[in-house]
Structures are given as structure tokens and as C-alpha cells.
């Protein structure tokens, strides 16, 4: 047979299975289907545990029409945010495989990861049966809050349940009443309105503090727990200042928390003490939340996962439509956010990780995205934020934009040992123990005695 | 014992063989739940484990948690001691309280059994329930306590009771009494309702004055209750957590962080077990040695009573 001839067989024969091997691949996508893909699955039920927030109770409502559509069920479990990780903590270690799968603040990925609990998402993401071809969170997640959530040391792990940032809040009827404007200016020489540096956040912070009217300029979320740390991350990052000298959450750098910019913005923070109401020592998030339902407050710096309930739910807020949001206030660190993220997970012990996979895919799709979003959720996909229903909820725009500049925090091993030595330190400081000074040095010290060689203090203790 | 008294090996291999299976189901549950979980706990302390850092498997280190904890660990002294004055301040009162309401109770209220059952309600609460309840009625914006504390000028308006750290332990210890003195009330006034009558008609008609009548009769017959209801009193009062943990978390600062507080942050909150384990050994050892005072002090006085 002539060479020509050959080659031309051999042409025709590759063009051939090329076209079949794109037929059978485009067929496939084309055909996949989640009753189909489910199928192996059904009868069995995946556990797992969240926060009791309004982003879970959400999805609970959304799991009935995955469970029609698979035959899969869904338990949910909800607990207070500490009771949720340490559950998880001891499932994980004790190796039972309760959960199929978790939903866990991202902080607590490192421990996670380098303690081999969570399986990487990349076998479910290369499974042709497993994979919606509809399903790309290389391109409809937001990559950079993905890569903070999700992600550790270059591998992704899952897929953020909810993206979480802090901005300000305010009553935008107070900023706007023409008889607080006039009196405003008359003593701060400028124009009243939603605070955009330091100084006129503590200047509207004084304005409003009306204890005899119940009227309080803010209020800090002082008691020691958590919340502390979170709100002063807000304080931290904007006045130019940062716990470790790193680029990436997985990275282990200097420890800077106790540098001037930190020390200044620490001081910052407890001089608005005096702007809170008495028992600001007292309160986490929930109690700060309740005073802004309650009309109590003028402004304060708080989660996106807690505005639903405050501008939009008339039955728990007695201020809808009185609110207003902005970014956190800029100083030397210009226009910054604190991303916390709380990331689905798959855990090395869970007995149907499939059927888990399935059931997060389906939930970072669109629809199931926008509804879980509009009921208090907060999404990670850009094209969430995009839609006309999203765009109506009054803190859309200060989500979007704080999305954009959220800051990655430590989520290497040891992050919740370091929040715990910061959430004492600082508390210890509010209480009158010590100065700023004193505590950040105190937690420089212990974070980089617990970090090791990798952490010297880029500002040394005496 | 003397040879009378001594059983005959017949009735020893008849008890043994019956009493077996009888003991048998206590025994296996002692030594599941209570001597099994502290000898791990003892083995525990002797390692590095940690669930957070992946280095931290679990290798044994010996004496070094329990070297670190003694020697560099400020806070678990200051934990320490804030204990030990939490659990002074809080028996005492309940004690004196406690016995002063059951002496009152036992002259003067002919319907004892109302009485206590209503007294007894605190007690029955969950400490949970407990700290929930005054965690709401000491609420700074709209508790109740608070707003009568401020009303009688007790409390200024501008300030409230758990973000203030002067007033944050003595309201523990004030709560703590509230809970537990009908306790110490309880177990007093069973005690003085099983006193025998005749040591009083003697004394009471050698002319003795109430004063002697209670110092030398009442008390010495008390003795044992005494002991008892402050040595359950001081072992739980030294454990205590949950109160505490729901109303304050230990702060603010670390005003209010008891040892088992401590213990619970290292254990839960970093996951350093090894040394979370060495913290939980301390308070153990510390009661073991509290009822160990308590038993010697007991037998040396019933030993000299008997002299």
C-alpha cells in the first residue's frame, strides 16, 4: 500500500476517534444529571454541622428538593459557633466519621490539612460522574476569597459555604436628619455622614452617645471570646498593622502584632469604650446585633451574615430601613476587610463522601446560591451578588466591596492557640490589666514561642 | 478482731462465691469510668499529644508538662490561686449561712418539709440553667437584677455588673452561695434533726447556758456532718466550671479565669491535650489532697474523742 495511502488512513482514522472520543465526552456532559449521578447513592444519609446561623437555616429549607431529587437524605446538625468546631475536633480525632460532611471557619483548615482529616476536592472535580460540567468554581467563585477559604498550601479542600467579612453599619436616619446634620457640623466643623476615616468614626461615635435617651454612639464586642479578635482585626488591618509579616494564610512569618501600628490601633479601639453602652465588656456578636435590632446604636463595625437579620427581617429588627453600610473606615492601611470564611469540607473518615460532594456541588450552584443569599447567606460567586434581587438588599454594595478587599488571616495550625493567647491579651487590656503596649508584647512573645524559628518578633521585647 | 469474731472459712467461700457476681457490675463500672479514664489521663500528661499541631503525635516527654506548668506558667498559678480564694470566700459563706438557716429552721419552723423543699429549688438547677438565668438577670441593658441594682443605687447607671472586674468574683461567689447554701442548710439540719436529745436534758439540767449547750454538745455531735458537707462543698466548688464558663468565660481579662476555665482552653480551645491533661491532673491532686486533710482531720478527732 503507497505511503500516501498510509498516512492518509492513519489521518483519517485519529480524526476519526478524536471525533468520537468529543462525541462520547460531549454526550456524557451533555447527559450528566444529578438523579443520575446520585443513583449509586440513594437510600443513604450524609450528617453534617454548621453554626446555627441564618446561611444553615437556609440551606436545612433548600436540602428537601436535593433529598426528592436523589433519594438522598440530609441531616443537619446546628450549634453554637465554639460547640460546632469542637464537635468537629473530636469527630475528626476519634476517627468515628460522624459527619460526611463539615462546615468549619476557615481558620481551622491548617489544623485540618496537616493532620490528614480533609480530603482534597480534586478526585470528586476530575470524576466524570461525579462532576457537573455546569459546576466551574475556577471561574464563577470569587478566586481570591476561594483561594482563603478553601484552599491550603496550594490545594483546594472544599468550597466556601459562606464568605464572610465585617464592614460598618449605620443608621442611616440619624446620619440623615437634618436637625443632626446642622448640630453636627456646628461642632465638628463638617458634614454628618457615614464615617470614611478614624476620625470621624469616633467623632460620630461621640455625637450619638445620648446615655440618658438610650442612645449609644457604638458598641464593642468586648467580652473575651472570639468576637473580640475578630472585631479588632478590622481595627488592626486598616491602621496599617498585622499579626505575622506573611503573604498567605499557610504561612508561617515574623510576628508583628505588637508593632507601633498595632499598638495605635488597640489604643484606638478601647478609647471607644467610653461610646458603648456599660456592659460593652459583655457582649459578643449576638448581643451587639440585638442592640442594633433594638435601635440603640449609631454605628459599629459587624459581620455580613448578621445584616438579613437586622435590615431586612421586620420581625426581629425594629431599624429596617433605617440602615445603612459602608467599608470599615480607612486609615494608614487604606480600604481593608477581615475575610472569614466558613468552608464545606469533606473529612477523610466520612463513610459517603460521594453522596457529600454531590450535595455541596449542588448547593454552590446558582439557584440554591441566590436563595441561601437572600435569606441571610453570603456567597462566594460574583454572579450572586450580580443578580436584581441581590442588588436590592441594602448591604449588597458594602458586601461586594469589602469581598474585594478582604485580607487572609493565619490558618496554619496553631491560628486558634495564637486567637486564644490575642482574645486574653486583649480582654486583659479592656479590663485595665495592662496597657496596649504590654498586652501586644505579651502575645508577641507567646505567638512566636509557639510558632517556633519560622516567627521571630520583628519587634523584640525587652 | 478477736477469735469469736472471726468467720468460719466455710461462710468466706459461701460469701466469696455469692458476692462475686454482685460486685462484679459496680466494679467493671468503677474501672471503666473512673479508674481506666485517670490513669490515661495520668498517661496522657506524660506526653506531647495534640490534636492541632501535627508534630505533637503524642510522645511520651515524661515530667515535662507538669516542670513547665510549676515553673513557666504564670497564668496557671494565677488560676490557681483565684480557685483556692473562690472556694474559701464561697464554702464559708455558705457554711456559716447554711448553718445559721438550718439552726433556724430546727428551733423555730414547725413545717420543716415545705420549707425545705422550697429552699431546695436553687440546687436543683443545672448549673447551666444557673448561669443562663443570671447571665440574663445581670444583663447590662435590660436585666432585671441590673435595673434594681441601679434603681437603690447599688450599681452606677453607667456601669454594669459583668463588664466591671471589681465586682465580677464576689458576684460569682454571691451566686455560688445562692445555689449551694440550701445545700449546706439540707445536710445540717438532717444532722441536727438525728441529734440525740438525752446529752442536752443532762446538760440542760446540770445548768448548762445555751452558749456551752451549743459549743460543747451541738458542735462535737456535728462534727461528722460538718466535715462532710465542707469537704462535697469545697470538691465542688473547686471543680466549678459551667457557671462561670456561661456567664463570663473567665474575663473579662483573666478576672475571672478558674482553674477548670484553664484547663478547659488548653484542653478544648488549643487541643494541647498533653498538657491539658497535666492541668486537669493538678486539680485532681489538689482535691485528693483537700479529702485526705479532711479524712485525717476527721479520724484524728474521732481518735481523740475516744481517748
Redesign the interface.
Known amino acids: 500500500m503507497p505511503k500516501v495511502s498510509l498516512r492518509l488512513r492513519t489521518l483519517v482514522a485519529t480524526s476519526a476517534l478524536s471525533a468520537f472520543v468529543a462525541f462520547a465526552f460531549v454526550s456524557v456532559a451533555g447527559a450528566w444529571s444529578l438523579e443520575e449521578a446520585a443513583a449509586p447513592y440513594k437510600g443513604v444519609t450524609i450528617r453534617t454541622i454548621g453554626e446555627a446561623l441564618p446561611p444553615l437555616e437556609a440551606m436545612k429549607k433548600l436540602a428537601p428538593e436535593f433529598e426528592k431529587r436523589t433519594g438522598i437524605t440530609v441531616e443537619i446538625e446546628m450549634y453554637e459557633h465554639s460547640e460546632a468546631v469542637s464537635k468537629v475536633m473530636l469527630d475528626l480525632n476519634s476517627h468515628r466519621g460522624r459527619y460526611d460532611f463539615i462546615i468549619q471557619p476557615h481558620r481551622e483548615l491548617g489544623k485540618f490539612v496537616t493532620n490528614g482529616h480533609v480530603e482534597p476536592v480534586e478526585d470528586f472535580m476530575t470524576s466524570a460522574t461525579l462532576r457537573d460540567p455546569e459546576f466551574k468554581p475556577e471561574e464563577q467563585l470569587y478566586q481570591r476569597l476561594w483561594k482563603e477559604i478553601s484552599w491550603y498550601d496550594g490545594k483546594a479542600y472544599g468550597f466556601p459555604f459562606t464568605a464572610l467579612t465585617m464592614y460598618e453599619w449605620y443608621r442611616s436616619d440619624l446620619l440623615n436628619d437634618p436637625k443632626e446634620k446642622e448640630g453636627f457640623k456646628a461642632k465638628y466643623g463638617y458634614d454628618l455622614g457615614p464615617a470614611q476615616d478614624w476620625k470621624q468614626y469616633r467623632d460620630i461615635a461621640e455625637w450619638f452617645t445620648r446615655p440618658d435617651q438610650q442612645l449609644y454612639g457604638t458598641a464593642l464586642q468586648g467580652k473575651r471570646h472570639e468576637a473580640l479578635w475578630y472585631e479588632w482585626l478590622n481595627f488592626l488591618y486598616s491602621f496599617g498593622g498585622d499579626m505575622l509579616d506573611v503573604k498567605s494564610g499557610s504561612e508561617c512569618g515574623p510576628v508583628i502584632v505588637n508593632s507601633p501600628q498595632a499598638i495605635a490601633a488597640t489604643e484606638y479601639y478601647k478609647g471607644l469604650m467610653k461610646f458603648s453602652p456599660p456592659d460593652t465588656l459583655n457582649y459578643f456578636w449576638d448581643d451587639v446585633m440585638a442592640l442594633m435590632q433594638q435601635g440603640k446604636v449609631a454605628e459599629l463595625i459587624m459581620w455580613n451574615d448578621a445584616t438579613y437579620a437586622v435590615a431586612v427581617d421586620e420581625t426581629a429588627s425594629t431599624v429596617v430601613g433605617k440602615m445603612g453600610f459602608d467599608l470599615v473606615p480607612q486609615g494608614d492601611g487604606g480600604k481593608v476587610a477581615q475575610v472569614e470564611g466558613w468552608t464545606y469540607l469533606v473529612p477523610t473518615d466520612s463513610k459517603n463522601k460521594e453522596a457529600a460532594y454531590l450535595f455541596i456541588q449542588w448547593m454552590m450552584a446558582y439557584d440554591q446560591q441566590l436563595n441561601q443569599h437572600l435569606n441571610g447567606g453570603a456567597t462566594a460567586r460574583p454572579d450572586v451578588y450580580a443578580s436584581a434581587d441581590v442588588q436590592k438588599l441594602p448591604y449588597a454594595k458594602a458586601s461586594m466591596q469589602s469581598n474585594e478587599v478582604a485580607r487572609p488571616k493565619p490558618t496554619i495550625p496553631q491560628s486558634s492557640e495564637m486567637t486564644d493567647i490575642l482574645v486574653r491579651e486583649l480582654s486583659s487590656y479592656l479590663a485595665d490589666e495592662k496597657s496596649a503596649k504590654e498586652a501586644l508584647d505579651q502575645s508577641a512573645k507567646e505567638i512566636s514561642a509557639l510558632l517556633g524559628s519560622c516567627a521571630p518578633m520583628k519587634y523584640p521585647v525587652q | 478482731m478477736n477469735k469469736a469474731n472471726r468467720p468460719l472459712r466455710g461462710q468466706l467461700i459461701l460469701d466469696r462465691g455469692a458476692s462475686l457476681p454482685l460486685i462484679l457490675p459496680a466494679t467493671l463500672l468503677v474501672v471503666v469510668f473512673l479508674v481506666g479514664p485517670f490513669y490515661y489521663m495520668a498517661y496522657t500528661a506524660m506526653t506531647d499529644l495534640s ?4 508534630d505533637q503525635k503524642g510522645a511520651f516527654v515524661g515530667f515535662d508538662n507538669f516542670r513547665k506548668l510549676v515553673r513557666d506558667d504564670p ?1 496557671f498559678w494565677s488560676s490557681f490561686w483565684l480557685t483556692i480564694r473562690f472556694v474559701v470566700a464561697s464554702v464559708a459563706i455558705e457554711f456559716v449561712l447554711g448553718f445559721l438557716l438550718a439552726l433556724l429552721i430546727w428551733r423555730f419552723i414547725e413545717r420543716q418539709r415545705l420549707l425545705t423543699t422550697l429552699l431546695l429549688v436553687p440546687v436543683m438547677l443545672a448549673p447551666v440553667a444557673v448561669g443562663l438565668i443570671w447571665r440574663l438577670l445581670l ?3 435590660f436585666g432585671m437584677a441590673t435595673y434594681y441594682l441601679r434603681a437603690i443605687g447599688l450599681l452606677s ?4 455588673v ?2 466591671t ?1 471589681s465586682l465580677v468574683m464576689p458576684t460569682i461567689v454571691a451566686i455560688d452561695v445562692w445555689q449551694w447554701t440550701p445545700f449546706v442548710t439540707l445536710i445540717i439540719l438532717a444532722g441536727l434533726m438525728s441529734l440525740p436529745r438525752s446529752p442536752f436534758e443532762a446538760a440542760t439540767m446540770d445548768g448548762a447556758a445555751p452558749w456551752r449547750l451549743f459549743v460543747d454538745i451541738l458542735l462535737p455531735l456535728l462534727r461528722p456532718i460538718i466535715a462532710l458537707v465542707l469537704l462535697l462543698r469545697g470538691i465542688d466548688a473547686f471543680k466549678e466550671f459551667d457557671k462561670v464558663f456561661i456567664m ?8 475571672s479565669e478558674l482553674l477548670s476555665i484553664y484547663a478547659y ?1 488548653v484542653n ?5 491535650l498533653g498538657y491539658g491533661a497535666a492541668v486537669s491532673f493538678m486539680v485532681y491532686l489538689v482535691v485528693l489532697i483537700l479529702c485526705s486533710v479532711f479524712y485525717k482531720a476527721m479520724y484524728w478527732k474521732s481518735a481523740a474523742a475516744r481517748a
Open positions: 490534636f492541632a499541631n501535627p497564668i444583663q447590662g441593658d447607671p453607667q456601669s454594669a459583668f463588664s472586674p463570663t468565660g473567665g474575663g473579662p481579662g483573666t478576672v482552653r478544648f480551645k488549643n487541643w494541647n
